[in-house]
T-cell receptor
Framework: QQQVKQSPQSLIVQKGGIPIINCAYE??????FPWYQQFPGKGPALLIA?????SEKKEGRFTISFNKSAKQFSLHIMDSQPGDSATYFC??????????FGKGTRLSVIA | NAGVTQTPKFQVLKTGQSMTLQCAQD?????MYWYRQDPGMGLRLIYY???????DKGEVPNGYNVSRLNKREFSLRLESAAPSQTSVYFC???????????????FGSGTRLTVV
């Protein structure tokens, strides 16, 4: 049973567009929701994270929107650039348990 | 400023061979993890160590063993490699703060393993 469902699998947007990546979860005990960014040949790197007591968090051009009642959260990338082309993973955790990851979204930003 | 160091970066094994993937972190983190990454499957947890002296199974532990040698080092062993273990393996550690966020993971750059 997949604990965190991520969509879409791949996404192509034009430079300046706003790609949106969505994740859904079932476990209401999850209390920490990070997003990771991975470039080819590299390990994932923490991008931004949110806790369920807030509905939105912004870090530069990256925004997480969180809907606790729907058990969904999403990543928005404002003014996307070719350098944002990467694979993005959502994840979730309850307490000190290990992170469970979504299957990833491969984003391509074309000029 | 090494962070998490994994060795080797690439390895080709024959079916039935054994090998150990090494991981070391220099951030004084308590928790360490091994994940495997396969196309379309995301990152799946193999084993983890919440603190020195403890290890626990993750989602896909079959065919693997681990050793938390000390606080810095966490190794992953394949006793008898199978083609299904062809994957990219990532080690990660977790501390109170990473990249400006609480409780974030720091990942190594991965080991690309092919079993033929």
């Amino acid at each position: 049973q997949q604990q965190v469902k991520q969509s879409p699998q791949s996404l192509i947007v034009q430079k300046g567009g706003i790609p949106i990546i969505n994740c859904a979860y079932e476990n209401t005990a999850f209390d920490y929701f990070p997003w990771y960014q991975q470039f080819p040949g590299k390990g994932p790197a923490l991008l931004i994270a949110i806790r369920p007591d807030v509905s939105e968090k912004k870090e530069g051009r990256f925004t997480i929107s969180f809907n606790k009642s729907a058990k969904q959260f999403s990543l928005h990338i404002m003014d996307s650039q070719p350098g944002d082309s990467a694979t993005y993973f959502c994840a979730a955790r309850s307490g000190n348990t290990p992170l469970v990851f979504g299957k990833g979204t491969r984003l391509s930003v074309i000029a | 400023n090494a962070g998490v160091t994994q060795t080797p970066k690439f390895q080709v094994l024959k079916t039935g061979q054994s090998m150990t993937l090494q991981c070391a972190q220099d951030m004084n983190h308590n928790s360490m993890y091994w994940y495997r990454q396969d196309p379309g499957m995301g990152l799946r947890l193999i084993y983890y160590s919440a603190s020195e002296g403890t290890t626990d199974k993750g989602e896909v532990p079959n065919g693997y063993n681990v050793s938390r040698l000390n606080k810095r080092e966490f190794s992953l062993r394949l006793e008898s490699a199978a083609p299904s273990q062809t994957s990219v393996y990532f080690c990660a550690s977790r501390g109170p703060r990473a990249n400006g966020f609480n409780y974030g993971y720091t990942f190594g750059s991965g080991t690309r393993l092919t079993v033929v």
